[in-house]
């Protein structure tokens, strides 16, 4: 249809949506009558018949909180879409099994959010209170009003920063996370990082390698000879990548499954080790305990890549700098002893060696920006730098002090680790322990493959830092088929400095992020239950001395919550004291979405945003390393609209209702910004350019390195796009992405502190802990309850996402179970199906019971974040998480760890809670 | 031709009354008008007045109720307006696409039904459509009956009168549904003394 | 069907130690064919982890198939042993200020996954695995036998085993005949109906949808008889690949490649033995004495990967091209 055609069209709706309800003649306001078309109605039959033939095939993606990025066609007929399938046009690289067909049962569920019960249709304001599910509909210029005047009062009598804005994972569709963003950074909004929030960043990986997160594309899996499944079970959380794991075993590849219980990834592997729940970290500082004491470690590799070599003064523990031996020295230089001078020496690459070229924060994700160091610049060249002994040094005031290298240190602390104490630990006998050590130090490659698993313990720091040693040893690193690879969390906005470009247009460092496990922790004023630590006097330390952030600033409350894309009151921890303490402070709860979950429930106003089929964006992830997208199959459904033209069209309203009030102009003293909201519906929109999401599609392909050259034209035509560079690697044509080679095999200083992989950690809290070197600590034993409490991710859903659907949910068992081990059960007079209640000091769930024979006895699991609307007679996972701050991520002071959102900051500790279980006997209601 | 006619203003006034309560609804109800005019209409189509309770409280009291009662989702068991919601969940795709083949058969577009293309408002307006284009009579209304005649007994017949039941009697929205499945039934019950359709009615027509 | 007519059969290879029990294959099928109202507890293909009581529950001890050549007599499954699909209604939550949970309408107390991951054995000697389940396009199809109308065939060109539905009288003999609980009844519209190969599909030089739409690139699909095909190697040249339970005498057409991965069994000291963890006893209850063959076959080629030496078997359960696992079939419409 041409566009005078369209005009004429539209004009004519418009005259009949104004039909008569009385009138006599014809009347339509729903159907659009072409009196052009005469009528050839060949029966029902023939209308039939045509059965499952489509007319249109177009690109889809899942943008769930899903790592899988698995591209799929959507073919429909008639503006209806029919089914969807896996597109199975991803490029297989050579000698590596096929890559196709990408893409699970939940993924062809993906229409049920379109067709389904629980889709949104139309503007709702909130009748009743809020969660009881009363509406009324409202029109889009109506609901947009409320927000615009609520959003304009906020700013006007608290703040800018008094709006807050949740929107997690830009990788998935980082065009809709964008336009939230956008709107934030324009107004002066605060937004919030997530991937620390969820538990899904690894802060110690972030301590050794100074980068945010990175992981080797799942097809690398083939490739290792020896592969650790270390609290992973990617059988059940990584469904499209298993195969790799199962195909590298075929190849002869040895799987070992490290986890409590006997999951479907250990029945895939050739040995399961199960340590007692949250002893990881001995198990894992026995093997280097081994890998040390027997000689086993690469030592060229340790000497060049890590901080090993690096002197330590054993008066003060902390390392020998440059500022300790000269006048004018630098402090963040720092000394290897080199055996052929028989000196100490200034090793390159710290952090004092930043050349002057130090680029721009576009490298959000790394700790600094090394990678315009020379190539070589960690070579050692004729350095011969010593692992072991003891050295003195004569200080710049004349002491004589003694030194000794990070690696003779380490070997102290392991003889604490050794693998007749860590069977005592983990139950797991010395000789496996032994055993396994000598096969990890002798294969090659290997790989440590995990995840949540183990990450949300609260000394998961410890644990990482620990298997980072281990590959770090054994010369594993940047190595194809090797390294810790740690999936968990779609962190991996790959063009990220594209999608930065489009959400925060004046840079990030002017958007408000406040770091959201401390943000809910202090406004929903939670109760962690931990005495002893000192928590509340270090969060404030770590606050004032502007370490983390805090929005709003100066003590004062958020008033309005804007949440999209994220199911932020089903999944936060201490989510009772969210409820009950935080969202009374909240003048308005704004939640845009496909469907009604927990946090439309319980929002004042929703928004029907367009499923994943009804608009364009862009989808990535750090499984794989093409780029792909979704196109509107059909125009949005009923009156949902895009994200981005959501906020292109709240930024209108808030424009013209600050312009109605004159209060267009607002000075920002934080950032010294004269606001000009008059102006903010041209600045959302780049004064028209970015009107439509494809334009803003376009615009992130176009300002990012990894995309440079890429229009989604192309990718709609040819299929998914490889990314042109990345994260911390070179691509390599035909050959699978592995991280951290422009620092192993470009010898580029590694962003840390030291320029190396660092395991010495001298910040003073990490020294006061005696945690400057990995050192196991045993699980939290702040809830004096029996049993643990253990949340995975769950094969049937993401998140919350399918959770209620249908399809899956007649695969298991009609609702959220609790499994748990048969002797634990019967000890509790439970029968498999019966009802549990289970509890501790933060709250209470009731759920049916699984009884399940590979659970271990005193752990009991519930795979996480069920709605709050599900099959429970009370409550959810979250009900008794509490949120629990780890004082050694609040460090924002030292070289590489400061914050930077969803770079470094306090993230997940749901491993560490504790319950009790017992048998329900009240009454069990009626299904509705 | 009477008839029809009849059915057709009938078809209309029960669409606009199913759907999301607007003003000029309002203006109707308020003065009586509407009332009238549906009992009118419905004694001639179906030989019995309909009695339509008078809405109490304003415009905005009659569209909370609506919500309530069964705009959004499922709205209870049985209680929705959307024909997919009677069906499993993932079989809505197959309706939809029927649905809108019926309506493309007579050159109705789809593009601004936000209501969804399965929602009772706009199966009573295509009945609507139908019934007026048949009263107009002429030599081209064969297609227009029999399309009327499979509409109702594949999908009006199949699940109002379940949702008028599911409902009840009771207020504006329970009286609108007690005609419509009243209509609906003597459609059905019509249609089903009428000798089959001739194959090939399009062609013909 | 005249002596003229050329017998093929079209068959499938599952691989057990791939398949990692996603139900990709489950929903695949069930979107495509079983969605009809009144067809919810019907699954052509169905994933359950064994041991267990499986889909229909205790579905392999209700008679059926053939006793020394002779029709033995089965059951029907009952509705509670398929399970009565759970309903939901959250919309009453959550549009329209109910205050009660969306729960399944019915009493939930069996479904096709029920028994997901329990498995058997004691902590920490417990086993499990997938065992995904379908039509076995029999050589000697118990259902046609018992069909009175002559509703179901095996048709010459590809081993199918179809049900017309025009002829098909509602007797429910077939579904009570078949051993493995593949037939199904629509009481709706009292007619049986099963899988038919996706025919539609399989004449469009498409794959089965179970199979071009499995993740875990377990299935292998292609004719017996083709020598190009991994099922025939499987099958024929390898004997690795075998029938489930193929006592019942009916001459399944989809073939197992056992589980010969997985954990020793633990001692008492934690350390691991010699011994497998799932009982050499137990698989050969599914698949015939012949496993324990096919499984040192298996192993040894493995061996031979470990040490780097080439492995045909190996390489033709890798499947390293997709299409490598399809015969002569395509995975997907190319528009």
Known sequence: MGAPNRRKFLKGVAAIAAAPVLGSGLSLRSLAADPAIRPDYPGWQDLVRRGWTWDRRTRGAHLVGCTGGCPHWVYSRDGIVLRDEQSGDLPALPGLPDPNPRGCAKGSCAIDYMYGPYRLKHPLIRMGERGDGKWRRASWDEALQLIADRVVDAMVRHGPDSVSVFSPAPAVAPVSYAAGHRFAHLTGAHAHTFFDWYGDHAPGQTQTLGVQCDAAETSDWFNARLILLWGANPVQTRIPDSHYLTEAALNGTRVVTIAPDYSSSAAKSDQWLHPRPGTDAALALALAHVIVEERLFDAAFVAEQTDLPLLVRSDTRRFLREADLVEGGAEDRFFAHDQASGRPVAMRGCWADQPDTRAAPRHAYLGRDTLSFPEGTLALGDLRPALEGSFRVRTRDGGDVEVRPVLELLRRTLADHSPRKAARITGIPAATITALARELAATRPATIITGAGINHWFHSDVLFRALHLLMALTGNVGRHGGGVNHYVGQWKPVPSAGINALAFPRGVSRQRFCQTTIWTYLHAEARDGIEGMDIPRRLRDSLTSGQMPLYPRGGRSPKVFICYRGNYLNQTKSQGDVLRTLWPKLDLVVNINIRMDTTALYSDVVLPSAHWYEKTDLNFTEEHTWIHMTEPAIPPMYEARSDWRIFVDLAAKVEETARRRGVTTLHDDEFGWHRDLGRLHAEMTADGRLARDEDAAQFILDNAPETKGMTLDAIRRKGPQRVVSNWTSPMEEGVPYTPFRHFTHGRKPWPTLTGRQQFYIDHSLFLELSQELPAYRPPLDSDQFPLRFNTPHSRHAVHSTFKDNDLMLRLQRGGPVLEMAPADGRQRGLADNDWAELWNDHGRLICRVKLRPGEPAGRVTMHHAPELYQDLIQGGSQSVCPIRITPTHLVGDYGHLVFRPNYYGPGGSQRDVRVEVRRYTGPVPAGL | ?205 | ?335
């Open chain 3, 1 to 335: 069907m005249t002596s003229s007519t050329r017998h093929r059969q079209m068959a499938f290879v599952i691989d057990l130690n791939k398949c990692i029990g996603c139900q990709g294959c489950t929903i695949a099928c069930k979107r495509l064919w079983t969605t009809a109202p009144g067809l919810e507890a019907a699954y052509w293909m169905n994933v359950e982890t064994v041991p267990g009581r499986g889909y229909p529950r205790d579905w392999a001890g209700r008679g059926g198939g053939f006793d020394k050549g002779r029709p033995k007599p089965g059951r029907e499954p009952t509705p509670e042993e398929y399970g009565i699909p759970f309903e939901f209604d959250y919309s009453a939550r959550l549009f329209s200020g109910k205050r009660d949970r969306g729960r399944p309408r019915a009493a939930a107390d069996w479904a096709p996954n029920w028994e997901e991951d329990q498995g058997a054995g004691a902590y920490p000697n417990t086993y499990f695995f997938y065992l995904p389940r379908m039509c076995n396009h029999c050589d000697r199809p118990a259902c046609a036998e018992a069909c009175e109308a002559g509703a179901i065939r095996k048709r010459p060109e590809d081993g199918l085993v179809l049900l017309d539905p025009d002829r098909c009288d509602g007797s429910r003999a077939c579904v009570a005949a078949c051993p493995y609980a593949k037939t199904f009844f629509d009481a709706a519209k009292a007619k049986a109906h099963k899988c038919h190969g996706c025919f539609p599909r399989l004449e469009a030089g498409l794959a089965p949808a179970c199979v071009a739409q499995c993740t875990g690139r377990a299935m292998h699909v292609g004719f017996l008889d083709d020598g190009a095909a991994s099922v025939h190697k499987l099958v024929r040249q390898w004997g690795v690949a075998l029938p489930l339970m193929d006592g019942f005498g009916t001459g399944p057409n989809v073939f197992y490649i056992p589980p010969f991965i997985g954990p020793a069994v633990e001692g008492p000291d934690g350390t691991a033995g010699a011994a497998a963890r799932i009982p050499d006893n137990y698989l050969a209850s599914l698949f015939g004495p012949d496993v324990r063959t096919a499984l040192r076959v298996l192993r040894a080629e493995r061996r031979k990967r470990g040490r780097g030496e080439p492995s045909e078997l190996m390489d033709l359960l890798i499947g390293r091209d997709a299409r490598a696992l399809l015969g002569h079939l395509q995975p997907h419409p190319s528009r």
């Open chain 2, 1 to 205: 031709m009477a008839l029809a006619a009849a059915r057709s203003r009938a078809y209309t006034l029960l669409a606009a009354a199913t759907a999301y309560p607007d003003e000029a609804l309002w203006e109707t109800l308020a003065d009586g008008r509407f009332a009238a005019a549906l009992a009118e209409s419905m004694a001639e189509a179906t030989g019995e007045p309909a009695v339509v309770a008078a809405p109490a409280g304003s415009l905005a009291e009659l569209q909370a109720e609506y919500v309530a009662a069964f705009d959004l989702g499922r709205g209870g068991p049985g209680r929705s307006l959307h024909e997919g919601d009677h069906r499993p969940a993932e079989t809505r795709p197959d309706l939809l696409v029927e649905l809108a083949a019926f309506y493309r058969c007579f050159g109705l577009g789809t593009q601004h039904c936000t209501a969804g293309l399965d929602h009772l408002s706009v199966a009573l307006e295509f009945m609507h459509f139908l019934a007026f284009h048949e009263a107009g009579g002429a030599a081209g209304s064969a297609p227009y009956r029999h399309a009327q005649r499979d509409f109702v007994a594949r999908h009006l017949a199949d699940w109002v009168p379940a949702v008028a039941a599911a409902h009840g009697e009771s207020g504006f929205h329970g009286s609108v549904l007690a005609a419509a499945a009243r209509l609906v039934a003597a459609d059905a019950g019509r249609y089903e003394t009428e000798p089959a359709a001739p194959g090939g009615v399009g062609a013909a027509g």
